[in-house]
């Protein structure tokens, strides 16, 4: 009996114990508590670019939105409101209600499919339009839009009203662009809401499992974060210890590292690796990201290779990376060694200014055992903690000095140059610290029109008041030269017959074109002409007297 219960009772223990290592490694979740350094990301950080750059960033795991599901989240300086409809699909909406100012995300439901409903009075917006509705029909609901007069000094109107009508109709929020691919959800920005330039990558790697991800608060500009992957020169000083035990000097990683554009005209010679078994995995990881030539001026990849180094003598080749930054926020990092196939995807989101929430998921092959997987997450998010504690406590320099004549900082000064370009091709937001101003942009695209036509209107007023005085100027011009004209030939006026008078007309008219051409003509050879006919006509009286 004692051998019985012995056979049942060491099998269960055994199956406990699984069970309880399954659900803590399956997926293993590293994630930093909230607590945002009010102080810090307030104080002087330099002179930075602008802090939200345009484009897509991932919203949440597919996992953690269920259907019904309502969440809310502070995100580039605003607040959205997202969640799962009925219909499986995820919506991101303006998180606050027109009507009485309720955060639809704190307490609001899915209703009618595709819409969420304001907890406070029952208003019902349809995710994909923005509309407030009334039924599922999705008919608008008509409401009367009242603003105050002056709030600040809260003065009222000439009819004595402290909030006035501006209009009646139907009235909408602000929604997002939204799409789900591996798992992740993503959503795009954009300052001035203009559509995708660029889709987010969907990763074929069917063959890698989940396995677990970090979470860390981090105080820096966003570029910062992805501009880690081509500096070379930090991984010596800042990745090189393997753990907190063992001293470098018995064993430590050396790393070897290009980055490049993925639009630079020789990126396949450059960054062709000198394994064979690493170039054929590279060039499936190249298939696929850079297939549309297009996508190639918003990527940056670097390739990464990882020595342990024994006595600071004796180094072997564990892992081989290559990353491809996409876009602002985010990286996919793949590695490769002689025992396992990996995945890193970096996320970051910007939460306000200086204020970030960077992500690293991992995936594995599934032969590896989950232990192995947390452990590789954990020694990950060891080197993330070391840079973390540097960004949190740097500034931005605009003037920065490289030495250009090692081989590390040309690969950083290349990388900003190309990241800035590519930013500016996709406008930035300069601070999103309030939700999208629609009107405020209309107003001063209005005001960039009408001092456009200003500016046109004032030029035709100077080319007629030059043209008028330029006409004045003419005429007085020729009021002189008629003056003169007349003085030199006064004698010969009175007694000139028709012919020399036509000829003496024609002749004046001639100089008065010439001195528009700022020529004044001779008039003795006309003068001289004139005497001749003159004396040939005195000749032919005479003869026929």
Not at 277 to 305: A, G, P
Request: net charge positive; charged share 25%; proline share 4%.
């Amino acid at each position: 009996m004692e051998w019985v219960r012995l056979e049942i009772i060491v099998p269960a223990i055994l199956i406990i114990l699984y069970y309880l290592y399954y659900r803590k490694f399956r997926f293993y979740l590293i994630a930093e508590k909230a607590q945002p350094n009010v102080l810090r990301h307030k104080l002087a950080r330099g002179t930075p670019p602008p802090s939200y750059p345009n484009g897509w960033y991932r919203l949440c795991r597919s996992a953690e939105l269920k259907i019904g599901q309502v969440e809310e989240i502070k995100f580039a300086g605003r607040h959205i409101a997202y969640y799962r409809g009925t219909d499986k699909v995820v919506y991101a909406v303006a998180a606050y209600c027109p009507h009485m100012g309720a955060n639809l995300g704190i307490g609001g439901q899915v209703k009618f499919k595709s819409c969420i409903e304001c907890p406070f009075h029952g208003w019902a917006f349809d995710g994909k339009s923005g509309l407030c509705v009334n039924s599922e029909k999705l008919d608008p609901k008509i409401v009367s839009t009242y603003c105050y007069n002056n709030i600040e000094k809260m003065d009222p109107n000439k009819k004595g009203e402290y909030l006035q009508k501006i209009e009646e109709g139907e009235i909408k929020i602000k929604t997002y662009l939204v799409k789900e691919l591996r798992g992740i959800v993503y959503i795009w920005l954009h300052c001035l809401e203009a559509k995708p330039w660029y889709e987010p990558v969907s990763e074929q790697s069917d063959h890698l499992q989940l396995r677990g991800e970090s979470v860390n608060f981090v105080n820096c500009h966003i570029q910062e974060i992805p501009e880690n992957g081509a500096d070379a020169r930090h991984f010596d000083y800042i990745h090189s210890s393997v753990n907190d035990y063992i001293p470098t000097w018995i064993v430590s990683f050396k790393w070897t590292m290009k980055s490049l554009p993925a639009n630079d005209p020789d990126f396949f010679k450059k960054m062709e690796h000198s394994k064979e078994k690493v170039r054929k995995y590279q060039k499936n990881l190249f298939d696929q990201y850079l297939s549309n030539k297009e996508l190639r001026q918003y990527m940056n990849v670097l390739c990464l290779d990882a020595y342990l180094v024994f006595f600071n003598k004796w180094k072997f080749n564990v892992i081989w990376a290559t990353g491809f930054q996409m876009g602002p926020a985010t990286v996919a990092l793949y590695v490769l060694s002689d025992v396992f196939e990996a995945l890193y995807k970096q996320a970051i989101q910007p939460v306000e200014r200086f204020n970030l929430k960077v992500f690293h998921t991992l995936y594995t092959t599934s032969s590896l055992p989950y232990w192995a997987s947390a452990y590789i997450l954990g020694g990950e998010l060891r080197q993330v903690i070391a840079d973390v504690s540097l960004w949190n406590n740097k500034i931005f320099t605009e003037k920065v000095a490289y030495n250009l004549k090692g081989d590390a900082d040309p690969l950083l000064l290349k990388w900003r140059q190309w990241d800035p370009e590519n930013l500016k091709k996709v406008q930035m937001l300069q601070n999103g610290e309030y939700e999208f101003n629609k009107l405020k942009m209309l107003q001063q695209e209005q005001l960039f029109i009408v001092l456009i036509v200003l500016v046109i209107i004032a030029i035709i007023i100077a080319h007629l008041i030059t043209k008028c005085q330029g006409r004045e100027k003419e005429q007085q011009v020729k009021d002189r030269l008629r003056k003169k004209f007349i003085k030199n030939n006064i004698e010969t006026l009175n007694d000139m017959n028709e012919e020399e008078a036509l000829l003496l007309q024609e002749t004046f008219k001639n100089t008065l074109e010439n001195s528009k051409q700022g020529k004044i003509a001779k008039y003795d050879a006309r003068m001289q002409k004139i005497q001749e006919i003159r004396q040939k006509t005195v000749k032919f009286i005479l003869t026929h007297e």
